[in-house]
């Protein structure tokens, strides 16, 4: 059974940074990645990475300020998020995908596994 705990989340001004980190247990040889839901809107996929962390995939809405990397054990996936906006107000999620196992490669993927309880992003104006 796959066991995600999620951390790093905070009230942050517009403009700042934010780490968040994804504990995993339980999961396999395929890509892992970060969503969000904000208030009223339905989850989206904003960040995925490949098995062996070279493949990496970013919705529109926050590449070239978000970057996902996982740890060498595989144990841990990371958010780094820069140049935060108050549209980024979310909670945070992250989840895996046994259908997306190319080692190298990965696109937008779908959460598959039970969600855990994610952790909030407040990002002020």
């Known amino acids: 059974q796959v066991h995600l705990e999620e951390s790093g989340g905070g009230l942050v001004q517009a403009g700042g940074s934010l780490r968040l980190s994804c504990l995993v247990s339980?999961?396999?040889?395929?890509?892992m990645g970060w969503f969000r839901q904000a208030p009223g809107k339905k989850r989206e996929n904003v960040a995925a990475?490949?098995?062996?962390?070279?493949?990496?995939y970013y919705s529109e809405s926050v590449k070239g300020r978000f970057t996902i990397s996982k740890d060498s054990a595989k144990t841990t996936v990371y958010l780094q998020m820069n140049s935060l906006k108050p549209e980024d107000t979310a909670v945070y999620y992250c989840?895996?995908?046994?259908?997306?196992?190319?080692?190298?490669?990965?696109?937008?993927?779908?959460?598959?596994?039970?969600w855990g309880k994610g952790t909030l992003v407040t990002v002020s104006s």
């Open positions: 989840n895996g995908d046994p259908t997306r196992a190319l080692p190298d490669t990965t696109g937008e993927i779908l959460g598959l596994h039970t």
């Open positions: 339980g999961a396999g040889p395929y890509a």
């Open positions: 990475i490949s098995w062996s962390g070279k493949g990496t």
